[in-house]
């Protein structure tokens, strides 16, 4: 039963990590999209390979703007709500990796290959739907 419930934990951290990052860059999408007059005018999708690298792009490109207002707050509300749950679902898969590790017998090293494995997989699926999606957007369909 503890295997059953290790995995069953360190599963459900990593969705912690992975549904916030991704919720976080759908809603940011959303309200970028709203803001921009055209989509010329967004960042390069490519910077999605990152997605909080683009918060920061998107968000200093909409500070600079007088015109968005409230959108700007909602913006930078989603942004740091969404980023914060995501940070804090991988600092709680930090423990719950150890936990599996150590269970399956695995060292230090195990350890960092797994966690960042799976860090670089949460933020590669978020990146590839949103550049997916910024192409599917401009393609009008």
Request: glycine share 8%; proline share 4%; charged share 15%.
């Amino acid at each position: 039963m503890e295997a059953v419930v290790v995995w069953a934990s360190f599963i459900g951290a990593w969705f912690l990590v992975a549904g916030p990052l991704f919720q976080g860059s759908v809603e940011l999408h959303r309200i970028e999209s709203s803001i921009a007059h055209d989509e010329s005018a967004l960042p390069s999708r490519y910077w999605w390979l990152f997605p909080p690298a683009m918060y920061v792009i998107t968000r200093r490109r909409i500070a600079a703007d007088p015109s968005v207002g409230s959108r700007a707050r909602l913006f930078r509300a989603s942004g740091t709500g969404w980023f914060t749950v995501a940070v804090g679902g991988a600092l709680i898969a930090t423990q719950e990796t150890w936990e599996l590790v150590r269970l399956l017998h695995g060292g230090t090293a195990v350890f960092w290959v797994v966690y960042l494995a799976l860090l670089v997989a949460s933020t590669l699926n978020t990146s590839l739907r949103m550049i997916r999606e910024r192409v599917v957007a401009a393609s009008g369909d």
